[in-house]
């Protein structure tokens, strides 16, 4: 958030400025740096899924698809939450195809939050989440994930519940910090939810990137929550397709239809022959989703001991794409927003500022992100530049 006023700007949307990847991403360019500030990996995803998608443009399928979605990709997302998670859902009143995670999220806020509805959330946050509660006329109301594991204290998390919390909004793995809820933090979740009769918003894309052995398990396969849970998640992350912004929710019938009320006003529909993509990739063999997170996992491996070189502490990260550091040992104020911006002309690499992630900024000042998505060679490169700090 800045404070500088934009005019004709709605209320709701001062002092959201523009997003700190569109000025990194921009300043990668302009220096030439190794791009490791957004999300995005540097190369494409299986032949498979690529296939299907110009199959499906070379077979006519350029027209409006139906607003739930194409019934091949709403079978292949119900036939993936069963395989994964033993979670069963209706293919006709359960599952909503959505234009990437993002639309799942505005559309489900958008539908469910009245002006004045409280939302309960871990900062660090993924940066649509506090604009869509915005947007809804809601508030959202914070709780602290801190390092090193990232975990969250109980009696803040009880605390931040009032009467007018309508929902909770989770994401697991979590985006920045790679923290990967286990079943008794989830537990815990579930059994406020439940006291205080909540609805729960799971951000799940990053479900099948885990690290270690981890396991991700999706809060509604916990008791009693199935039906309290919409649980968001999408294509772009698992098969390297972001740019394709192919998402979809999963919950009881009530719930979609109140994100897609939200939803058909948005967009309304995107991306037929992209949906079959993703239909094609979601039905790929168990093999293929193990070697996407062990791909991975070997990039961490290749870019943590290079930061740690660099003179940073670094923090665990059990899955997504990125990885924090403290830069407080390489630059003694903790300015995290300075030392990024400084970076590129520094050393040729451009990361993320977390205080971005945070409504209480100062959380997160001298924390910054690096994106280990990208190959083993733009990697190597990113380190051996960033050993000049060290130097
Ligand atoms: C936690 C989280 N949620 C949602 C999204 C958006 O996903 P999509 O590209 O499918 O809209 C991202 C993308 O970076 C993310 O990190």
């Known amino acids: 958030m800045t404070s500088s006023r934009v005019p004709h700007l709605t209320a709701k949307l001062q002092g959201f400025g523009t997003t700190i990847f569109a000025e990194m991403s921009a300043l990668a360019t302009a220096t030439d740096s190794v791009n490791l500030g957004q999300g995005f990996p540097d190369t494409d995803g299986p032949r498979e899924v690529l296939d299907a998608a110009i199959g499906a443009i070379n077979g006519g399928l350029n027209q409006y698809p139906p ?13 993936h939450q069963q395989r994964f998670y033993g979670l069963s859902y209706d293919v006709d009143t359960e599952v909503l195809v959505t234009a990437g995670a993002t639309e799942a999220l505005a559309g489900a806020l958008l539908g469910l939050l009245d002006t004045g509805d409280e939302v309960v959330l871990f ?3 993924y940066d649509s989440y506090q604009a869509c509660i915005a947007l809804a006329g809601a508030v959202a109301k914070p709780v602290t994930l801190r390092p090193p594991a990232y975990g969250f204290d109980v009696d803040e998390l009880r605390a931040a519940i009032t009467p007018k919390t309508k929902l909770l909004l989770i994401n697991t793995p979590h985006n920045p910090t790679g ?3 286990d079943r008794a933090e989830l537990q815990v979740i579930a059994d406020l939810a439940i006291e205080h009769d909540l609805i729960v918003l799971t951000d799940e894309v990053y479900e099948h990137l885990v690290f270690d052995g981890t396991v991700h398990v999706p809060l509604a396969t916990l008791p009693g929550m ?44 995107n991306g037929g022959p992209f ?10 063999d168990q093999s293929f989703f193990q070697g996407v997170a062990a791909n991975l996992q070997a990039r961490r491996d290749q870019l943590m001991p290079g930061l740690e070189a660099a003179g940073f502490e670094v923090y665990p ?11 407080r040992p390489v630059r003694a ?19 993320i500022p977390n205080e971005v992630f945070y409504m209480n900024r100062h959380e997160g000042r ?19 530049r960033l050993q000049r700090l060290a130097d």
């Open 275 to 284: 949906q079959v993509g993703i239909a094609a990739g979601l039905a790929m």
């Open 226 to 269: 199935r039906d309290r849970v919409l649980s968001i998640s999408s294509g772009g992350k698992t098969f390297n397709t972001t740019g394709w912004k192919i998402g979809w929710l999963c919950g009881p019938p009530e719930l979609i239809t109140a994100a897609k009320t939200a939803k058909q006003f948005l967009t309304y529909v």
């Open 179 to 181: 923290k990967v809820l």
């Open 333 to 351: 104020d903790g300015d995290g927003m300075a030392f990024c911006r400084d970076l590129p002309h520094r050393c040729g690499v451009v990361a």
């Open 67 to 79: 607003g739930l979605g194409l019934p091949v990709l709403r079978q292949a997302i119900v036939a």
């Open 317 to 327: 990260t059990h899955g997504t794409y990125f990885v924090t550091v403290d830069i």
């Open 123 to 125: 900062e660090p946050m």
């Open 366 to 384: 001298h924390l910054v992100r690096f994106a280990f998505c990208k190959r083993p060679e733009v990697i190597d490169q990113a380190v051996e």
